[in-house]
């Protein structure tokens, strides 16, 4: 794993600060592979600018956010999962979740 997250800190188009998931997404990565695998590779599209399953205007905001540190949003499906990753404006944090953990 730690392979991924050198060729992700290399491009990667700002800074991640700590990634935590909320106890949902916890208790799935602890327990199934297959979603854990989604979510790294999701993580990965996030800090590379690729924001996944947003609309083009919200895309288009987490464009703008990038230079301004205001906070990243995107959004993932896979199958029935939905996930969430948000990182924090003044980039300390990148939070995944559910949606409705919201």
């Known amino acids: 794993m730690s392979t991924m997250l050198k ?3 290399q ?3 700002f800074p991640l600060g700590q990634i935590v998931f909320t106890c949902g997404v916890n208790s799935q990565v602890a327990d199934d592979i297959f979603f854990t695998k989604f979510v790294l590779r999701s993580l ?3 800090a590379t600018g690729d924001w996944g399953d ?4 919200d895309k288009k905001e987490n464009e703008f956010s990038l230079n301004k540190n205001l ?3 995107s959004a993932y ?3 029935e999962v939905k996930i ?3 990182t924090e404006a ?3 944090a990148t939070t995944i979740l559910f949606p409705d953990e919201y």
């Open 11 to 13: 491009y990667k188009l």
């Open 84 to 86: 969430w990753i948000i």
């Open 54 to 57: 947003l609309c083009e205007e």
């Open 44 to 46: 990965r599209r996030h």
């Open 90 to 92: 003044d980039r300390s």
């Open 71 to 73: 906070r990243i949003f």
């Open 7 to 9: 060729v992700q800190d």
């Open 77 to 79: 499906e896979k199958g």
